[in-house]
T-cell receptor, first 112, second 111 residues
Framework: GQQLNQSPQSMFIQEGEDVSMNCTSS?????WLWYKQDPGEGPVLLIA?????ELTSNGRLTAQFGITRKDSFLNISASIPSDVGIYFC????????????FGSGTQLTVLP | NAGVTQTPKFQVLKTGQSMTLQCAQD?????MSWYRQDPGMGLRLIHY???????DQGEVPNGYNVSRSTTEDFPLRLLSAAPSQTSVYFC??????????FGSGTRLTVV
């Protein structure tokens, strides 16, 4: 199946710092999605990207659909304690229209 | 609006037992899917359905069956539980290629 390489695996940052994480694939993707998962809950959609080069913001979060269609990044600015959680990239690979593939996640810890 | 509802939230099974994980959505989404989440491995697709009466296999379908008799419901059946099926199971639904809505999960332990 398709694979998404997400990095870093974990991050420890100070409150107020900016955060960046990314996802890469060897295959072309038609959509990129970024999710956040809190402990004991299901993933919640943060940002959806549908076109190569697209840059989309949601409050302090910004994500981009890479121009090669093989990568995406998520930035979080001015981190706060409630940003703690696991962030997943996900996407629909070209030719796999309805099957959503997930990265392995980035565990974010925000230190006061 | 309940979104995606999964039951039960927790379950312990003995090896060889069978059970059904329930999933229901009230958003009239045509697409539904089941994922399992294991530590360090993200979410892996088990089975999915693009509409009532239509199902297909995902990345890790062995040991699981699904059916889609209605738009709202998409149950996942474990035929003969094995310890390797200990995991957290998530159901999700979507309309078109819009973002997927996930349930809160079923935590299954097979002993």
């Amino acid at each position: 199946g398709q694979q998404l390489n997400q990095s870093p695996q974990s991050m420890f940052i100070q409150e107020g710092e900016d955060v960046s994480m990314n996802c890469t694939s060897s295959s072309i993707f038609n959509t990129w999605l970024w999710y956040k998962q809190d402990p004991g809950e299901g993933p919640v959609l943060l940002i959806a990207l549908y076109k190569a080069g697209e840059l989309t913001s949601n409050g302090r979060l910004t994500a981009q659909f890479g121009i090669t269609r093989k990568d995406s990044f998520l930035n979080i600015s001015a981190s706060i304690p409630s940003d703690v959680g696991i962030y997943f990239c996900a996407g629909h690979a070209a030719g796999s229209a309805r099957q959503l593939t997930f990265g392995s996640g980035t565990q974010l810890t925000v230190l006061p | 609006n309940a979104g995606v509802t999964q039951t039960p939230k927790f379950q312990v099974l003995k090896t060889g037992q069978s059970m059904t994980l329930q999933c229901a959505q009230d958003m009239n989404h045509e697409y539904m899917s089941w994922y399992r989440q294991d530590p360090g491995m993200g979410l892996r697709l088990i089975h999915y359905s693009v509409g009532a009466g239509i199902t297909d296999q995902g990345e890790v379908p062995n040991g699981y069956n699904v059916s889609r008799s209605t738009t709202e419901d998409f149950p996942l059946r474990l035929l003969s539980a094995a310890p390797s099926q200990t995991s957290v199971y998530f159901c999700a639904s979507s309309r078109g290629e819009a973002g997927y809505t996930f349930g809160s999960g079923t935590r299954l332990t097979v002993v």
